[in-house]
């Protein structure tokens, strides 16, 4: 393999400190309370306060039913993460295979209609779709939670760059060999695109994960709270009158980031094998 | 689009409309793929549930907020009444909403070239190393994770006007740091953590287009080109091409559209004379001040802009992005 | 005891819905501890009787509580109780149909509603022109004068009652070493309760409380454009800090014991005690001694919880029985020791004042007796649409003011202009 120049390195420590130091900063400022914070900004050594906060946030049952735990918050988040990711990959791989393995009519026309729904974004169209929702009565159910956000195209947008790029003599092979439209589907494009469908997993799931606008609309049951609605209550109080609760919006959000890294860190293996997985 | 230029067509030009019906009769001129499965039902069936998703969620509710976007309404239903293009035309005729249109050009152009390049670089360096790789690919991905009410707070107290790191450090420099008083200044702090919130995206997605590349041409170019920037230039980036395309038309959209969540904390929530880009004005009007068919008719406007760019990248660039 | 109180009234509810009580929702835009109280006063309403079940829901800010229910509304899927905040209060007040007057509700109910119990600064912020209660006053604040107390001492100064007597004081406590005053939010502090604190007209057609069609903006007269004009004056000479439009930028310098003054909410004391490493206390947001019949009582900030129409008249009876146990001087008392707004009635704040509250915490106090000032013609408060956008363009003015672009005359001028049409755009949405 090439050479390993330190250099390297240094560009990867200068890159991961920017990008993380402001999370490890969250990560010790959860453990001062909410007035130091408040008074001196983010802190980079650890404080006292940490076991009361992580304790106070774990175990508090907040919400009008008091039913509104870290657990039901959790599950919320992760049904609308796996949810999300999982039906985007399915859609848009669909689609983008139509798009880019068949010859037929609007080809071009559908890819533009369904590249359009990253250009309006959902706060300018709440309204009617809210009322799209109302009408479909899905109100109130994480069906109308996770569907309607699979209206976007990045995933299929990201699929049909992939298609493009993999080679003809694939699909001619596979044609000498007599598979149809479902078996070259199924047998060679879906295993030839683990490491992007772990990478668009890994980006799906966060965003299913950090979903805020559209839960809080949709939805008039705290059974359907979200860690993300968690965060934003703590941190939305009336400014000036009180300090917010800085330490355990910080402490939530450490927590908020297990399940998502802990993705991550399971794809991660996807990677190195779509690393051999394309090299036959 | 992918159809080949103009010229390559033959030596006189098509009319427009011979044009238009190639574009609407999709690619079977300039096929995408040399080889195609044939017509039938097959690709509808692939493509349906994706296309009702984006019918029922997406086109049904735009269509009411573009039907929106004539009228000025009262948003409670009561009342409306039918103004044609005055609600375009009241938007484009103030001197704020052009400069805010620049600005958001010049906020675009600065977030893109940095959070791709960034990403890029990281991505490049962190396929190349062995030690340590996986912990640098988890670190700079997993930041991705950060609650984003969080990450924006994280980001107003680093550039806080009477305690920020940044404003000591800046002070250090002996320039006072004013985010939310000074337009530049605030202008930093929301290049700052725009860039920072975007990096790791794409960098997932170059370290996934590097990965697939496949080892036998990595050691084809390593015998091929010795310097390492020849080898990046005329090897790995070509093979990133497509993925690079992707980010790049992903990337504007980001900045255009998903970036109002941040300035909207570092302006608490009072934009006064800040920076703000064209998406955060709609926010504001429609969203916070209930005018639905003024914010209607500027997120039409943006809309039209952007599709058009977009439309004419697909035409000049993709061009050169040479897939498979 | 909290849990204890939640288990009895977790047995309370499923006690009553055995009586198939009606049920009522409640949307609101508060999180954080505000957020709790709330919870709380509802559980403690449906603990007090067992018709009715109140059930809160938290619909993220103020803004995204008024899109919520305004895209309900027109689903059909409103909910009982609305709450709007002051600047979204003329839209949801123009659109006729949309809501049920408070007082008709609660007339209608057989309940007893009296204008008079009402504190006076409260009582028109949210009524129509002939006084009658569109939105029932919830959380309610006034903009006060904080002091450093320290600073005054060692300046050897007494707190200015009028900006004459700021001018005369300001240069004694910057030669003590600090930054005379700063203010959060000079749309509410500087022009809204400039415009109240000296009796001055706001807008046309009675400040656009008479009718949408034709209500202008009055700003750029003569004493709008003095007190910008002076707060340039100060700035430019050290008496008055300007740090841009955010709360906690122009807070801090208080907060750090840097700022002699500060000019606030009435309920800012809560955290100003956990912040603050000094003692303070508080005076009447200053007025003009040059105005005449300057001096009178303030508007208030805040929200108002307004009564959605289009539902069953059980349920609306639930909405009323729900605002007559909101004013009552306990439930009034609760909410204000433990939130920091005021009390809206006259019984509660008599009630928190033979309790020792004020004793206790005299601070809290400043708020409620400013709003019992005496008013004017021009102190009911103010009527007009989007006027979150009118609140914008004069912030950005502002900004331009105070970094030397523009000369205060122009900034008015402008803020004027662009209100107007703003104004011009609504009075069309009423078809």
């Known amino acids: 393999m090439q050479k390993i120049k330190p250099f390297d390195h240094l560009i990867l420590i200068l890159g991961t400190l920017f990008l993380c130091v402001p999370v490890l900063m969250a990560l010790m400022s959860s453990t001062h309370t909410a007035v130091d914070i408040h008074s001196n900004g983010l802190f980079i050594t650890p404080g006292s306060n940490g076991y009361a906060t992580y304790e106070k946030v774990l175990t508090h049952r907040g919400g009008f039913t008091g039913d509104v735990t870290g657990l039901l918050m959790l599950k919320n988040s992760l049904i609308m993460g796996f949810g999300f990711a999982i039906g985007k990959i399915v859609l848009s791989m669909m689609a983008a295979y139509a798009l880019v393995y068949f010859r037929f009519r609007f080809a071009t026309v559908l890819f533009w209609m369904i590249f359009a729904t990253l250009l309006l974004p959902l706060e300018v169209r709440i309204m009617p779709s809210y009322q799209v929702m109302s009408q479909l009565h899905l109100l109130n159910s994480y069906t109308g939670l996770i569907v309607p956000l699979l209206a976007s195209a990045t995933g299929t947008f990201f699929f049909r760059q992939f298609f493009k790029s993999v080679p003809d003599e694939l699909l001619e092979a596979a044609r000498i060999d007599g598979a149809g439209p479902w078996k070259f589907f199924i047998d060679v494009l879906v295993p030839l695109s683990k490491t992007m469908m772990a990478a668009i997993f890994i980006i799906m799931f966060i965003y299913g994960w950090n979903q805020y606008l559209w839960p809080l609309l949709m939805t008039t049951d705290e059974s359907f709270y979200t860690l993300m609605r968690g965060i934003k209550s703590i941190l939305q109080v009336w400014v000036g009158s009180q300090i917010p609760d800085y330490n355990e919006a910080f402490a939530l959000a450490v927590l908020a980031m297990v399940p998502p890294v802990a993705v991550v860190v399971i794809f991660q293996r996807m990677f190195i094998k779509g690393l051999t997985e394309s090299d036959k | 689009m992918t159809d080949t230029p103009l010229s390559a067509q033959g030596p006189t030009a098509p009319s427009f409309l011979h044009r238009l019906r190639d574009w609407w009769s999709g690619e079977t001129a300039n096929p995408v793929k040399r080889v195609q499965f044939g017509h039938g039902l097959t690709p509808w069936l692939f493509v349906l549930p994706q296309l009702a998703v984006v019918v029922i969620f997406f086109y049904w509710p735009s269509a009411q907020a573009v039907t929106s976007s004539f009228y000025i309404e009262d948003p409670f239903g009561f009342g409306s009444t039918f103004v044609g293009m005055e609600n375009y035309a009241d938007a484009l005729g103030s001197k704020e909403y052009l400069s805010t249109a620049w600005f958001t050009a010049f906020f675009c152009v600065v977030v893109t070239a940095l959070a791709l390049g960034i990403g890029l670089l990281l991505a490049v360096k962190a396929d190349k190393v062995i030690r340590g790789a996986e912990s640098y690919k988890t670190l700079l991905i997993s930041v991705y994770a950060i609650a984003p009410p969080v990450a924006g707070l994280i980001g107003m107290m680093f550039f806080d006007m009477h305690m920020g790191p940044f404003t000591r450090l800046f002070a250090f420099f002996g320039h006072e740091l004013r985010v939310g008083v000074d337009y530049w200044d605030t202008t930093i702090a929301l290049i700052t953590i725009s860039v920072w919130k975007q990096i790791p995206y794409n960098f997932i997605f170059f370290l996934s287009g590097l990965q697939s590349v496949p080892v036998s041409v990595r050691e084809a170019a390593l015998i091929d080109a010795r310097s390492g920037w020849r080898r990046f230039k005329d090897v790995t980036l070509p093979l990133l091409a497509p993925t690079a395309f992707f980010l790049l038309i992903i990337n504007i959209t980001y900045t255009m559209f998903d970036t109002f969540p941040i300035i909207d904390v570092i302006v608490k929530d009072k934009p006064a004379n800040n920076p703000m880009t064209l998406v955060y004005k709609v926010y504001l009007d429609g969203f916070k001040g209930n005018d639905i068919g003024g914010s209607s008719a500027q997120s039409v406007i943006l809309m039209v802009v952007v599709a058009a760019l977009t439309v004419l990248q697909f035409r000049f660039l993709e061009r050169r992005v040479h897939y498979g | ?431």
């Open chain 3, 1 to 431: 005891m909290f849990k204890t109180a939640t288990a009895a009234i977790a047995l309370a509810l499923t006690a009553s819905t055995a009586f198939a009580a009606t049920d009522i929702t409640w949307w609101h835009g508060m999180g954080g501890r505000n957020g709790e109280v709330i919870n709380e006063i509802s559980q403690k309403f449906n603990a007090s009787q067992d018709q009715c079940k109140l059930t809160p829901i938290s619909k993220g800010t103020y803004e995204e509580a008024l899109s919520s229910g305004i895209a309900a509304f027109r689903s059909g899927e409103q909910p009982n109780i609305l709450q709007v905040f002051d600047a979204g209060a003329a839209t949801i007040i123009a659109a006729k149909g949309a809501t049920i007057p408070a007082e008709d509700l609660i007339k209608g109910a057989g309940e007893k509603f009296n204008r008079e119990d009402f504190i006076a600064g409260v009582r028109n912020f949210y009524a129509d022109s002939d006084g009658k209660f569109i939105g029932m006053p919830f959380n309610s604040s006034a903009p006060i004068m904080y002091l450093n107390t320290e600073a005054f001492e060692k300046a050897g100064v007494e707190p200015p009652k009028t900006w004459e007597d700021f001018e005369k004081i300001a240069p004694k406590l910057k030669e003590a070493g600090y930054l005379p005053m700063t203010a959060s939010q000079l749309t509410w502090m500087m022009v809204e309760n400039f415009k109240s604190r000296n009796n001055q007209q706001f807008a046309t057609n009675n400040n656009g409380y008479d009718g949408i069609k034709g209500t202008e903006l009055v700003a750029n007269d003569a004493n709008q454009v003095m007190m910008f004009e002076k707060l340039k004056e100060w700035a430019d000479q050290g008496l008055y800090g300007f740090y841009g439009a955010g709360w906690a930028d122009n807070l801090k310098p208080f907060e750090e014991g840097k700022a002699a003054m500060w000019i606030g909410s009435s309920g800012s004391f809560g955290g100003l005690q956990k912040s603050a490493k000094f003692p303070f206390g508080a005076v009447f947001m200053p007025y003009w001694g040059s105005i005449e019949g300057a001096g009178t009582q303030s508007f208030i900030g805040g929200a108002a919880l307004f009564a959605m129409a289009g539902k069953p008249k059980a349920e609306n009876d639930c909405t009323a029985k729900f605002f007559t146990f909101l004013t009552a001087p306990e439930t009034q008392v609760y909410w204000h020791e433990n939130t920091g707004y005021v009390p809206v009635t006259e019984a509660a704040y008599e009630l928190a004042k033979s309790q020792g509250y004020y004793d206790e915490k005299p601070v809290a106090e400043v708020g409620i007796q400013q709003l019992m000032l005496p008013g004017g013609e021009w102190t009911k408060g103010y009527r007009m649409g989007f006027y979150p956008q009118i609140r914008s363009v004069m912030e950005r003015e502002f900004n331009r003011i105070f970094s030397g672009e523009v000369s205060v005359k122009d900034a008015f001028d402008t803020i004027e202009s662009e209100g107007n049409a703003l104004l011009a755009r609504f009075a069309k949405t009423a078809g």
